[in-house]
């Protein structure tokens, strides 16, 4: 399930920055009690940000903000495009949750600002959200060095064809439409 924010959520926040496992593709893990100073109370309460929560707790995040214009890979010439973002904690990864969270939000979204063009960043190395870019629907836009590291940007269509197939008798098609 997304949901706001809410100060139960502070100490999940911590462990996703302190995480080392988590900080490995997005410039490494922040100290712990610099974390426990600056993290507010009711940590990222603003729009764009969802906590992902199962069973009551935290075990993720998704974002979806505009994309600084001074970074490189864009898909409009006035920048700006919603990007989206994800950190889980370790324990959820494997478990599907990513892909199931990011596409509610991607649908919110959708829903939101319809035609909006949605970008992911993420850094080639990064084979488990490689594979859940292609999972959520971007294409592969460019590739660039930043943070040191070689990155993959993607688009994702605001627009994701669906196929509607129904068989008649012995298994023919007998419909195929686009929804």
């Not at 959520?9 to 410039?27: K, M, T």
């Not at 060095?145 to 197939?165: D, H, K, M």
Request: aromatic share 10%; hydrophobic share 40%; net charge negative.
């Amino acid at each position: 399930m997304l949901r706001e924010s809410e100060a139960r959520d502070r100490a999940a926040f911590i462990e996703l920055f302190a995480s080392p496992e988590v900080g490995a593709y997005i410039g490494g893990p922040r100290p712990r009690d610099e974390l426990e100073r600056a993290v507010p109370e009711v940590p990222g309460r603003r729009p764009g940000l969802f906590v992902v929560d199962l069973d009551g707790a935290m075990i993720g995040m998704i974002t979806l903000d505009r994309r600084d214009a001074e970074r490189p890979g864009h898909v409009r010439p006035d920048a700006g495009e919603a990007e989206l973002g994800y950190l889980f904690l370790p324990e959820a990864w494997g478990c599907g949750y990513a892909a199931e969270a990011c596409a509610a939000a991607l649908g919110w979204f959708a829903g939101a600002l319809p035609g909006e063009p949605v970008v992911l960043c993420t850094q080639t190395a990064n084979d488990r959200a490689m594979r859940l870019a292609a999972k959520l629907g971007f294409n592969e836009v460019e590739r660039f060095e930043e943070y040191g590291a070689e990155q993959w940007f993607g688009l994702r269509s605001s627009v994701t064809p669906c196929i509607t197939l129904l068989y008649g008798p012995e298994g023919s098609v007998i419909f195929d439409h686009p929804v």
